[in-house]
């Protein structure tokens, strides 16, 4: 019995080395580090940090995250078997009724916000009220949304990409 258990846990503890290694030299992506964070970086500071132009950056972002999850999640496709690609057909469905559902409440929460911390009572004095910043920070959310998204599709892709002769696996 005793025996039994060291053997298991030796071979737990080989099979998780690799793993270690890979984790240890390199770490996962960080907020920040994509192109597209450069890229909306580079025109809010061109927009001078002012609300409208970093509200028009950040909505650029929005679309280019879009297109980042897309393309990652068609990426990671072809180098699926058939099984785990429509495992991930699926998981791509769930997850955009999850986003969804995310936008849903985060519109909902900064429109709460709106009304209670600046006390708009209607649209109309809000207006008046000019500058805010918080449609800003309702897209900059819904962004967060969509990168979270990527970065877990690349960590995928990253995975497979780091066993040898795995890069593509049988359909």
Not at 132 to 138: D, K, M, R
Request: overall charge negative.
């Amino acid at each position: 019995m005793t025996h039994t258990l060291i053997g298991q846990a030796v071979a737990a503890l080989l099979l998780a080395a690799p793993l270690a290694v890979v984790a240890e030299e390199e770490p996962p992506p960080t907020r920040g580090s994509h192109p597209i964070d450069h890229k909306t970086d580079s025109c809010m500071e061109e927009g001078e940090w002012r609300t409208p132009a970093m509200l028009a950056c950040a909505a650029d972002a929005y679309d280019d995250w879009q297109a980042e999850v897309e393309r990652l999640a068609s990426r990671l496709s072809g180098r699926l078997g058939s099984e785990a690609r429509d495992a991930l057909e699926l998981a791509q469905q769930q997850w955009a009724l999850g986003r969804d559902a995310d936008f849903a409440f985060i519109a909902a929460y900064y429109a709460d916000l709106k009304h209670a911390e600046e006390g708009y009572a209607d649209e109309a004095s809000q207006a008046d009220a000019g500058d805010t910043p918080w449609p800003l920070a309702e897209q900059l959310r819904r962004n967060a949304v969509l990168e979270d998204r990527a970065y877990q599709l690349q960590r995928y892709l990253d995975g497979l990409e780091e066993l040898p002769g795995r890069a593509r696996l049988p359909h």
